[in-house]
């Protein structure tokens, strides 16, 4: 049999074709290939919702300043009043060091993983505040710091938490009480609707570990040490649905009743893209 209008096509070559097409379709609908700066990333097509409904996966061929929001090194506090963490980018996001309880600081510099680090001390409450809505525009983010524990005693501590209310919010914290692993959460009705990334350990302690969320065009992951140690690909919510969060601390939960961090922080990074492995292996590295 031939296809009237068709010449010389067989109809049984024409159907393998057709078959072939679909196949194709449905195929590239459950896998996009997608190029990034030399390196094929396969997404699973997970939507995201709100905001970043028609997000398009952002090129980070650049380098590792590409879309480099704040960076801070923690060499040294600055400004008249030495409560200014500065930000090392040309963005101007330096940090507000604060200290939350008693005399005296609740902050100090000593030797970190790279020069110095910002150590905040537990007993004063010390946290570092940086600009309101540092991520509101982003549906794409890298958040990556070397981190030093001094005791996972104290549950629900915050290495950072981002966010406007006990509502709205999304955190990283070296360890629960319910799993006794690190957890990354968001959140847009509180704790009991959270999207979440659960480590397959709690950070280390009395020792550096280098500590990166990254939220993609789909799905998150935790990286220790430039290792992927949890990741869960059906998260939709991204920094950008929870507005410009007011609060974005280091070092302090929105939750009153969460304790401070006991530890120090070095070589924060922030990022409006999702870094690849291969960069945040090269962060936790030094290459």
């Not at 799993?179 to 302690?205: C, Y």
């Not at 939750?255 to 962060?283: N, Q, V, W």
């Amino acid at each position: 049999m031939r296809i009237a209008g068709v010449s010389n096509v067989p109809f049984r070559f024409f159907l393998l074709l057709v078959m072939a097409a679909a196949t194709a379709c449905r195929w590239n609908d459950a896998l996009l290939t997608i190029r990034e700066g030399g390196t094929t990333r396969h997404d699973s097509g997970t939507s995201l919702g709100g905001v970043c409904a028609n997000h398009e996966a952002i090129d980070g061929s650049a380098g590792s300043t590409n879309n480099l929001v704040a960076w801070y090194p923690c060499e040294s506090a600055a400004g008249a009043s030495e409560t200014l963490l500065p930000d090392s980018t040309l963005h101007g996001n330096d940090g507000t060091l604060m200290t939350g309880a008693g005399g005296g600081a609740g902050y100090s510099f000593a030797t970190g993983k790279v020069g110095n680090a910002l150590n905040l001390v537990l007993a004063k409450k010390g946290y570092l505040t940086l600009p309101a809505g540092l991520l509101a525009d982003a549906c794409e983010a890298t958040i990556a710091t070397w981190v030093y524990i001094n005791s996972n005693i104290n549950a629900w501590t915050r290495i950072w938490d981002f966010g406007q209310d006990t509502n709205v919010y999304m955190f990283l914290t070296p360890i629960t009480n319910t799993d006794n692993v690190a957890r990354f959460g968001i959140s847009l009705n509180g704790n009991t609707r959270e999207e979440d990334i659960k480590a397959q350990t709690e950070v280390p302690t009395l020792k550096w570990t280098h500590v990166a969320v990254v939220l993609g065009p789909s799905g998150g992951i935790i990286y220790f040490d430039g290792v992927q140690v949890g990741s869960n690909a059906s998260m939709t919510l991204r920094p950008a649905d929870l507005g410009h969060t007011r609060n974005d601390y280091i070092g302090r939960s929105q939750f009153s009743d969460d304790p401070y961090l006991d530890g120090d922080i070095d070589e924060l990074r922030i990022y409006d893209r999702a870094l690849s492995p291969e960069e945040i292996l090269a962060l936790a590295t030094g290459s």
